[in-house]
């Protein structure tokens, strides 16, 4: 089906249904009548609770029991509806990881991903690897940057993950099984407790296979929060445990303009033991009280991060059978995070609502490495053995700092017109090795934005939105063994976005729509210098575009979702040296970037009968290469599960990719013009039991 059919169908769709979760309700007006669905709450672009539809930005909220509905258990199958948001599987943080894609941009550190209120990777870039859906109430996700409420952290989108409250008592144990040894157990409780505290527990054991050869991951987790909460006076704590064991896949080789032949589909050329092992305990605790005039808030939140990281993984670096025809290493990195917020939110006067704040993320990693040479079979039939270096010769260590002071303002000029804006006083310093001095930046971020209502009913609505952001970030640190070398230039950007969202039919109808541009400059992107990684600025980028996406909730727990977006992400002058020759890439398509994408999906979700879920995904053509000599061609998956639930069970049956492509899906930053495929079709069984 060409991109013009697929845009034609879901915009057909469109004028069918409405966009985003369910929005919540006007500031200005009841309902004569109860919405059909609850409003979805989202904390992550303000820090106060609002309804989606309420803030001038494009912002969608999954609940957990949309998520539960449709069997996802990882980051993709629960963003695989979102608008405008590709994510794969695996990738160079291992087959435990994900590659997302906001905008068009599909960057390693270009995103944000907050855990309950906490920046998960902090200063360095989001643990993608170590985090667990286990339990979620629900998932928030801002596309674009979030200048003030998180500083130098996010330029295209922010990814919130909400877990389920210390309260809740609801008990259920999980046990499911699939291709490939793939197996698990786990469970969610609430923990027997006296007094005001309350307190609920995850333990999940999880093992997952693939069809690739050698690779799979193991996990175990344990998620434990307390909380009291006494009118607006609440106080929290959290633990997160993390045991990570992957091993790892290799990606595939291209040659020219198109993926290798002479590589079999899923060899894997690492070495025997190969592996990508990872620690990660998180602490953070908080608390929220009432002060200064009645209705003020001030909330603080403090995390403490720990991860220990054992890496042992090489790449094919001469496409034949000579000898070292490989380039492996071996890595340990030690990193410790620190993240502390403290903000007032203040009453509403004189129709204007304020926010104050400030905040610090610290992060303070060392890695130490060896780099070595071995030979193995292009076919990758069998793992060469090679004996783990003992001496760690190389290294690579960061210590970066960021301190932001911000302040934002809402102000409802009229019963139909609200205006926003906020900024933020950024200071960051950074220190890369002993050799090299601190490098400190000081710079201010912010955003505008408004919102008019066209029609109001009840709590239904037409309104139109537009904000502009302006944000920078400290350039992108992956503890790259050549990493020493020195500090880039900060990237900064700043981006323009405008649409409508509307509510019909009460809540059963969601429509959002968006029109964006963002202007890039050095922008952080991966290269390959000596068989090894390393980043470099890539001069001013321009990505822009168009996002739609509808919803549909119908009698009996029926959910229909679907959307369409056009991504046109280029180079607008930016000089890289190809064989030795400098080559402007101006005018060419950002690689990896594909123009259109589209998705649709339904889902039968009863509390008590059978249950079923379908979606299919459509991703355009792009281009594998920033000389855009290579073109990837355009690609179609599906997933779909069935499933039966009584008053304490749930019985369910899913597939993944039932289409079985394998396409290139993601860039290795490690091997050269290596690439990702898409996993292989996978079939899962379980039961879910409430007890």
Do not use: C
Request: no cysteine; hydrophobic share 40%; glycine share 10%.
């Amino acid at each position: 089906m060409s991109p013009r059919r697929i845009a034609l169908v879901v915009l057909s769709l469109a004028t069918l249904g409405g966009a985003g979760t369910a929005p919540g309700l006007s500031a200005q007006a009841k309902p004569e009548k109860k919405p059909a669905v609850l409003p979805a709450i989202e904390v992550v672009a303000t820090r106060r609770p609002e309804a989606t539809h309420d803030v001038p930005a494009s912002i969608e909220v999954i609940g957990g029991e949309d998520l539960r509905a449709r069997g996802a258990t990882s980051l993709r199958d629960a963003l695989s509806l979102a608008a405008g948001v590709a994510i794969v599987p695996g990738g160079d943080g291992g087959p435990a990881s994900a590659v997302p894609e906001f905008w068009g941009l599909r960057e390693f550190d270009a995103f944000l991903l907050v855990v309950d209120g906490v920046p998960w990777g902090g200063a360095l870039n989001p643990a993608l690897a170590t985090l667990n859906l286990r339990d979620v109430e629900r998932i928030e996700i801002l596309r674009g940057a979030a200048p003030v409420t998180f500083g130098a952290t996010s330029f295209v989108g922010v990814i919130h993950v909400v877990h389920t409250a210390a309260a809740a008592t609801k008990r259920t144990l999980a046990i499911h099984g699939g291709s490939y040894g793939t197996g698990g157990i786990a469970t969610d409780f609430g923990v027997p407790s006296r007094g005001a505290w309350k307190s609920r527990a995850s333990i999940d054991l999880d093992r997952q296979g693939f069809k690739d050869d050698r690779t799979q991951y193991e996990r175990g987790h344990v998620l434990w929060r307390t909380a009291k909460v006494d009118g607006d006076r609440s106080s929290w704590i959290t633990g997160d445990l993390n045991l990570l064991r992957q091993d790892p896949a290799t990606p595939h080789p291209r040659e020219g303009p198109a993926l290798t032949t002479a590589v079999p589909l899923d060899a894997n050329h690492n070495p025997a033991g190969a592996h990508i092992n990872e620690n990660r305990f998180a602490f953070s605790g908080g608390w929220q009280r009432p002060v200064g005039p009645a209705g003020s808030l001030w909330g603080t939140t403090l995390s403490f991060t720990h991860s220990s990281q054992d890496m042992f993984r090489g790449f094919l670096t001469d496409i034949s059978n000579r000898q070292d025809n490989a380039t492996g290493f071996k890595e340990t990195i030690e990193v410790n995070g620190i993240y502390a917020d403290t903000h007032i939110l203040w009453p509403a006067k004189s129709k204007v609502r304020f926010m104050t704040g400030a905040d610090a993320l610290f992060a303070n990693g060392e890695a130490k490495g060896a780099v070595f040479n071995y030979t193995v079979p292009l076919s990758g039939a069998t793992a060469t053995t090679v004996a783990e270096p003992t001496v760690l010769d190389r290294d690579a260590e960061t210590r970066r700092l960021f301190l932001g002071a911000y302040a934002s303002a809402e102000w409802q000029a009229a019963d139909r017109i609200t205006f926003s804006g906020g900024v933020r006083l950024n200071a960051t310093s950074e220190r890369r090795g002993e050799a090299n001095g601190t490098t400190t930046n000081t710079k201010v971020s912010g955003s505008l934005g408004a919102m008019f209502g066209l029609w109001e009913n009840g709590g239904d609505h037409l309104r139109l939105f537009g904000n502009f952001r302006s944000t920078f970030k400290p350039a992108a640190f992956d503890f790259g063994l050549a990493e020493n070398e020195g500090i880039l230039k900060p990237e900064t950007s700043t981006s323009y976005e405008g649409g409508i969202k509307l509510r019909a039919a009460d809540g059963r109808f969601d429509l959002e729509a968006s029109v964006f541009h963002m202007d890039f400059d050095n922008l952080v992107t991966a290269t390959i210098v000596n068989n090894l990684p390393a980043l470099l600025n890539a001069g001013k980028t321009r990505f822009q575009g168009f996002e739609v996406a509808t919803d549909l909730r119908l009698p009996h727990t029926v959910f229909g979702r679907a959307s369409y977006s056009f991504h046109d992400g280029k180079f607008v002058d930016f000089v890289e040296a190809f064989d030795g020759v400098p080559t402007q890439l101006g005018g060419k398509r950002f690689e990896m970037s594909a123009r259109h994408l589209a998705s649709a999906g339904l889902s039968l979700a009863p509390a008590i009968g059978f249950i079923a879920n379908a979606s299919i995904n459509y991703t355009g053509n792009r281009y594998l290469n920033k000389r855009n000599s290579a073109l990837a061609p355009k690609y179609v998956t599906m997933d779909a599960g069935i499933g039966y639930r009584i008053r304490s069970a749930e019985f369910r049956l899913d597939g993944r990719n039932l289409s079985n492509r394998r396409d290139a899906v993601s860039e290795s930053e490690f091997g050269d013009a290596q690439y990702y495929r898409m996993t292989a079709r996978t079939i899962q069984a379980g039961v879910v039991i409430s007890y």
